[in-house]
């Protein structure tokens, strides 16, 4: 084995790639071929001279290496079957999606395949490139895609910020197939305009599925606020499930047009219920109605772990002043998304809210990202969303 050229690791430091992680950190590296390019694939080798599968690298990152596959397979057939296996457990869940047609079909190392997200809304692939070894994998992915799923068309939205530190730039376009228009995709009979060029994410965010679902089994008879509401999912579902009163605000305008568009593509008036254009925090500090279920929903406050504290104080604020201006009875579903912030983390936060805000609150429900966007148990990176149906008392 010795002689094989490849990614050798430091002594000690093959621990985390054994335990199927995806990442190998610079740091883990002993030496690495010199005539392997960034973003090319190679053996990945401990200290031992074990093969142990195979990463794609980029010197220029701090996770040096990305597993393709683990064991002595060869990483593009792994690659194949990994995006087969992909594809077969969307099946499972969605059936011919008759309920949705707009799911993650690729979530990154949740599927095992680093640096690749592909999300369905109807016949449009919308595709997200983090890395650049994925970025030279892309015709390999987008024919087996086209094979497997013949879609009409997809879309290439790589604009993440992480891509800068690969050497990428945004790269946005139409990969394959005519450009679409506003794509129509159903949702538990419910119907949303998706604009997967201009959009936030690829379009919608798909990871709160069972959430929405969850609203509208909750909202009869209710008042409901929306906070960070974007195109309104959870407004629709609310309102479609008895809710008296909905109001949606976000800082994005654009986003509570479309909004509005999926209240009319649904039939449920516009007139009676709120689109509020304002930052969240501010509008939770003034005067406001008196609301018997609360969603917040924020974006991720915790882009990276330096940003930990600060992002706690922001959702404690949002926490605290929704329970203080919560009459008693009241639900709150809260979440963050932040991967920095741990189920535990969040729980403190939520403690310290509710005593601040003097008040009780009780867990009902412990809720995670939907099941297209698999939880990997060797690469807990892959758990970001976690929220709480909290009991106001
Ligand atoms: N709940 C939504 C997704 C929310 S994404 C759904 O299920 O579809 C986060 C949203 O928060 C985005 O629409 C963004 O425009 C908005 N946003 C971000 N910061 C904000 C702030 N400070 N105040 C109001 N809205 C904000």
């Known amino acids: ?76 057939a792994a690659l194949d079957m990994s995006i087969m296996k992909a594809i077969a457990l969307r099946r499972d869940l969605f059936g011919d999606g008759e309920k949705t047609n707009a799911y993650r079909i690729i979530n990154a190392e949740g599927d095992g395949i680093p640096g690749l997200v592909v999300d369905r809304y109807d016949s449009v692939l919308v595709l997200q490139v983090t890395t650049l070894g994925m970025e030279k994998l ?40 005519e450009e679409r228009g506003l794509v129509l995709v159903r949702e538990e009979g419910l119907e949303f305009l998706v604009d997967v060029v201009r959009s936030q994410k690829t379009g919608l965010y798909l990871d709160q599925r069972e959430m929405r679902k969850l609203v509208g089994g909750l ?3 209710r008042s409901v606020l929306n906070c960070f509401a974007y195109t ?16 949606s605000v976000d800082s994005s305008a654009g986003a509570l047009e479309t909004a509005k568009r999926n209240f009319f593509q649904n039939g449920l008036p516009v007139e009676g219920n709120g689109f509020i254009e304002a930052d969240v925090f501010d509008f939770l500090r003034g005067p406001i109605a008196s609301y018997d279920l609360i969603i917040l929903d924020p974006p991720a406050f915790a882009k990276k772990k330096g940003d930990v504290r600060q992002a ?7 926490n605290r002043i929704a329970i203080q201006k ?25 403690f310290q809210a509710a005593a601040e805000a003097s008040r009780g609150v009780r867990i009902l429900g412990r809720h995670i990202q939907a099941p297209d966007h698999p939880v990997n148990v060797f690469h807990p990176e892959t758990e970001y969303l976690k929220g709480f149906l909290l009991y106001i008392d």
């Open 1 to 76: 084995m010795r002689n094989v050229k490849g990614i050798v690791l430091k002594p000690g430091k093959d621990k985390a790639v054994r335990n199927r992680h995806h990442w190998i950190f610079s740091g883990a590296v002993a030496s690495l071929p010199s005539d392997l390019a960034d973003g090319g694939i190679a053996p990945v080798l401990s200290d031992a001279g074990e093969l142990l599968g195979h990463a794609y690298i980029n010197r220029n990152c701090s996770i040096l290496g990305r597993m393709l596959s683990f064991g002595p397979g060869d990483p593009f």
């Open 138 to 177: 892309k015709d390999l992915v987008l024919g087996t895609l086209v094979r497997e799923l013949a879609p009409e068309t997809i879309y290439e939205k790589s604009d993440m910020p992480s891509r800068r530190e690969e050497g990428l730039g945004n790269r946005e376009g139409f990969l394959h197939g």
């Open 219 to 221: 909202a009869r008879g």
């Open 232 to 247: 309104g999912g959870f407004s629709v579902h609310a309102l479609r499930g008895g809710a008296v009163r909905v109001d």
């Open 312 to 318: 706690c104080r922001g959702y404690k604020d949002i």
């Open 326 to 350: 919560a009459p008693p009875g009241a639900l709150l579903l809260t979440f963050s998304c932040s991967h920095f912030v741990d189920e535990g983390l969040f729980r403190q936060v939520v």
